[in-house]
């Protein structure tokens, strides 16, 4: 009984609807961290590269994170809610093919399910009993890829992007704003790194994938950017 009950807890897996959605806001969140910390970073680098006031290094801080942010919600937005149009019509579509032609969908979503290796009469016997419990749901799930009670929401990727981006962004803005003119950089790529290295570890734990190549990409992609903006603020500055 141990034994089993082992086994389950191993094979402990997500199967509800609310893991797509999950995965999505995980997406919208990661990807606006990590932009914040690397776009904010790299520019306020760059800027204390080229001059060592902390004003106008504050000021470009903030005109990126508050642009960044921005610019990131009406990008997720866009792109979530064209992805929630294409949905909705294609499962209006299902609806009118269910309406005007249920033998044929029928047959057709038999044939499906015949093709993922069921016997053409269990094919058939699964098809028939899940299109008189929901046949909407079967063809779109089946069919077409969608849960549509699961339908993605273009308002919760904006306001996640905006958030998060401006929590990453906050990172690097303080790091740099509160420390001395000498400590200013080591200091900012230290809390960057550490930064980036917490959000590709969070974010391969929540999605359920290996932690060792998420954490790689965000700090080698986080250190190549800061040294590109630093040596052009470094070539700048000297120009100027």
Request: glycine share 10%; net charge negative.
């Amino acid at each position: 009984m141990a034994e089993s009950t082992d086994l389950v807890a191993e094979h402990d897996e997500p199967h509800d609807q609310s893991f797509g959605e999950r995965l999505n806001w995980l997406r919208a969140g990661v990807l606006g961290a990590g932009d914040g910390i690397v776009s904010t970073a790299g520019l306020v680098i760059g800027v204390a590269a080229a001059t060592t006031d902390r004003g106008t290094i504050l000021t470009a801080g903030l005109a990126g994170l508050v642009a960044g942010a921005m610019s990131m919600a009406v990008g997720e937005y866009v792109s979530v809610s064209t992805q929630r149009d294409a949905e909705m019509a294609l499962l209006a579509k299902e609806r009118r093919e269910l309406r005007e032609e249920p033998e044929a969908e029928l047959q057709e979503l038999a044939e499906l399910y015949e093709a993922k290796g069921l016997s053409p009469e269990l094919a058939q016997d699964v098809a028939v009993q899940l299109t008189a419990h929901d046949a909407l749901a079967a063809h779109a799930e089946t069919e077409l890829g969608i849960d549509p009670e699961a339908l993605t929401k273009p308002w919760n990727a904006a306001w996640a992007s905006f958030i998060s981006f401006t929590a990453g962004a906050l990172i690097p803005l303080v790091a740099i704003v509160v420390s001395g003119v000498s400590a200013r950089v080591p200091v900012t790529v230290a809390a960057v790194v550490l930064a980036l290295f917490l959000t590709g570890w969070a974010s391969a734990r929540l999605g359920g994938a290996p932690i060792p190549p998420a954490v790689r990409r965000n700090v080698i992609g986080g250190i190549l950017a800061m040294a590109v903006t630093y040596a052009i603020g470094s070539l700048v500055g000297t120009q100027v």
